[in-house]
């Protein structure tokens, strides 16, 4: 266990739907990301959080997603009218500034659009 | 844009035998960091071993060595006395020294282990 935890890990919901996973990091890591990973595939950078500011975010993210993280510590993501090609394992991270060299992952939402 | 490339799609090794596994990755960069990444079957994802690439000496941690060529620009993964927990998915990762921290990773190499 390293310490992030995610929830759910698994989701099943049909398409047009609206979900929403949380990331909750090793709490006293100020810098917060997310990936998505598709079957056979490594993981793919989102975004990223340091504090509560949203600093970057990929041309993966369509303006149906959408990331929080209020008051710089647990995180969301959502997404809106969820697509059968939203189905991945959507994974966070989080790491120090100081040492960002390394990120620790949680266990991933496993998400599925019927 | 920085790309990572493992082209072993699935390896087999016998346990107790030595397995090297291939990632080249293409940057503009000459600062940056490299990573092994190890994903078992339904677990979290740990760092297995990093390497700034700065440094010439070869990154070493217990059993997991790596062979790094800056110019050849590619990163292999020793695992010596391969066990049966070593079975997992291994993902070769870069991230630049500064702008974000993201890392980018490869497709991955499945490890199996045969007892």
Known sequence: DTGVSQDPR???TKRGQNVTFRCDPISEHNRLYWYRQTLGQGPEFLTYFQNEAQLEK?????????AERPKGSFSTLEIQRTEQGDSAMY?????LVKASYEQYFGPGTRLTVT | AQTVTQSQP???????????LSCTYDTSESDYYLFWYK?????QMILVIRQEAYKQQNATENRFSVNFQKAAKS??????????????MYFCAYRRVEYGNKLVFGAGTILRVKS
């Open chain 1, 58 to 66: 990929s041309r993966l993210l369509s303006d149906r997603f959408s």
């Open chain 1, 91 to 95: 994974l966070c991270a989080s790491s």
């Open chain 2, 75 to 88: 990163f292999s993964l020793k695992i010596s006395d391969s066990q049966l927990g070593d079975a997992a």
């Open chain 2, 39 to 43: 994903q078992p079957p339904s677990r």
């Open chain 1, 10 to 12: 698994h989701k099943i």
């Open chain 2, 10 to 20: 699935e390896m087999s090794v016998q346990e107790a035998e030595t397995v090297t």
